[in-house]
């Protein structure tokens, strides 16, 4: 227990953690919900079952350890789908190592009780109780990053489903042609489309089945199309100059976000949805 200005704050802290497809975040906060401190690290792409616990672990203990006796619980939020009654991740679409364990190893490791979900659930529980969701009973948080998913509270109530999945927006259908193959196998989902991971494969295929004029073809993004490089971040850099082939592939994306947005609210009829990438 220390002062500050006469009044009593107690060393109580809490650590949140991200698991992404590409980087996880650990967070050390109060139990107020304000973060302290951050450490970033990029999701580890080999390995077994708890390697990726396993590193959790050693940067929590290498970045945090002045802290850790003073530590009340451990929450994690990762990418699905998810087995929540035994704390495994379970084939990921945009992880390279198939099946992973996640809560009980932290928790053997560092003696705190561990709780987790799904990212996007605790994202929106996150919203509800520190964030813009205060005043509403029926909101939905989206994240479009390496995949898509989503977070649902209705009527105030938490949705997660039997396993802890019931919120995988992602591989919802917004192209029954079945045009692009997600990274989970399905056909014409949500996330094979727009996310970060997949909107290059989408792009050569937009880009293989229009006619480039040939002032086009001076363009950053036919040149990485025809060099096999093309990137999320160049079509998106590009498009901000008014590139035309990179405005031609955002406007192929967005009819999917679209798509995807209209099925979230015709599903959930939320209040607020909130975005986060």
Excluded at 85 to 109: A, C, H, Y
Excluded at 148 to 155: A, L, Q, R
Aim: proline share 4%; aromatic share 8%; glycine share 10%.
């Amino acid at each position: 227990m220390k002062y500050f200005e006469g009044v009593y704050i107690l060393k109580s802290y809490v650590i949140g953690i991200d698991v992404g497809a590409t980087w996880t975040r650990i967070a050390l906060a109060n139990k107020n919900g304000m973060i302290l401190y951050k450490h970033v690290f990029r999701t580890p792409r080999n390995g077994d079952r708890y390697t990726i616990a396993e590193t959790i672990s050693e940067n929590i203990i290498q970045h945090y350890k002045e802290y850790l006796d003073n530590i009340e619980a451990i929450g994690i939020g990762t990418a699905g789908p998810l087995e929540l009654s035994t704390g495994m991740v379970i084939n990921p679409p945009n992880i390279p190592i198939r099946t992973f364990e996640l809560g009980k190893p932290i928790q053997d490791t560092l003696k705190k009780p561990v709780i987790m979900a799904n990212d996007c659930v605790t994202a929106v529980w996150g919203e509800k109780n520190l964030g813009l969701g205060r005043e509403y009973s029926n909101i939905v948080y989206i994240t479009i990053s390496s995949g898509i998913g989503g977070g649902m509270i209705v009527n105030d109530t938490l949705l997660l489903g039997k396993m802890g999945n019931a919120h995988e927006i992602g591989h919802t259908i917004v192209d029954v042609s079945g045009k692009m193959r997600c990274g989970c196998g399905g056909y014409g989902h949500w996330e094979a489309y727009a996310s970060g991971v997949n909107i290059p494969r989408f792009a050569e295929l937009i880009l293989n089945e229009i006619d480039i004029k040939a002032d086009e073809k001076t363009s950053p993004i036919y040149r990485a199309f025809i060099e096999k490089s093309l990137s999320t971040e160049l079509i998106y850099s590009e498009a901000n100059k008014g590139d035309k082939l990179a405005l031609k592939i955002i406007n192929e994306i967005n009819r999917y976000n679209i798509a995807g947005f209209e099925n979230i609210i015709n599903l959930y009829d939320p209040e607020l949805i909130t975005l986060g990438g």
